[in-house]
């Protein structure tokens, strides 16, 4: 079955400090790969998203993730973190061509400390 | 833009009884997704319409849940009777189409089944 894995649940950081939260898939075909946001008492939002080309996609806010295909990941990076990320981060991923469901991940809780 | 919009933002019910939640997604989005996020879960996808077809039903519990979106536009999504378990967020998003698409969510109605 396909699945979508992101093992930190909580990560605690210090302004200024380097972040790099996992996400691992296991689909069997062309994927197309999202990275979510919801910051405390917001709507779920799109932080970036790759579809094909370049692996190393940029999204808002400074966020980046790479997607390296032979290890099923995508992983979500921005080298110094403000305390204005603490949100919860949710990784998406779906099949590509037709009509393919989204699966998220479990999500992961960032908390930022000034 | 506006964004979705959804109602109830919160509601109490009694196990057994019935509920009933709306959204209206972003004028001219042809897909409308509802999800159930459980607490400490992602959003798990439990119907997709395009337009005001079902694309994918799979996961929605249908001896107790039902959704419509009859003209295309807006929906509702239904539980009756309501158990337990049924207690989560409920989001609603839209995007222009499937798939590709960024998919845009609403505030969410928090169920409490009690």
């Known amino acids: 079955a396909q699945s979508v894995s992101q093992h930190n649940h909580h990560v605690i950081l210090s302004e200024a400090a380097s972040l790099e939260l996992g996400c691992n898939y296991s689909?069997?075909?062309?994927?197309?790969l999202f990275w979510y946001v919801q910051y405390p008492g917001q709507h779920l939002q799109l932080l970036l998203k790759?579809?094909?080309?370049?692996?190393l996609v940029k999204g808002i806010k400074g966020f980046e993730a790479e997607f390296i295909k032979s290890k099923f990941s995508f992983n979500l990076r921005k080298p110094s973190v403000q305390w204005s990320d603490t949100a919860e981060y949710f990784c998406?991923?779906?099949?590509?061509?037709?009509?393919?469901?989204?699966?998220f991940g479990t999500g992961t809780k960032l908390q930022v400390i000034p | 833009e506006a964004g979705v919009a959804q109602s109830p933002r919160y509601k109490i019910i009694e196990k057994r009884q019935s509920v009933a939640f709306w959204c209206n997604p972003i004028?001219?989005?042809?897909?409308l997704y509802w999800y159930q996020q459980i607490l400490g879960q992602g959003p798990k996808l439990l119907i997709q319409?395009?337009?005001?077809?079902?694309?994918?039903d799979s996961q929605l519990p249908k001896d107790r849940f039902s959704a419509e979106r009859l003209k295309g536009v807006d929906s509702t999504l239904k539980i009756q009777p309501a158990k337990l378990e049924d207690s989560a967020v409920y989001l609603c998003?839209?995007?222009?189409?499937?798939?590709?698409?960024?998919?845009?969510f609403g505030p969410g109605t928090r169920l409490t089944v009690t």
């Open positions: 319409f395009q337009n005001n077809g079902v694309v994918d």
């Open positions: 998003a839209s995007s222009l189409a499937y798939g590709m698409s960024e998919q845009y």
């Open positions: 689909y069997g075909g062309t994927v197309n």
């Open positions: 790759y579809f094909s080309g370049d692996p």
């Open positions: 998406a991923v779906t099949l590509s061509g037709g009509y393919q469901k989204v699966t």
């Open positions: 004028s001219g989005h042809a897909t």
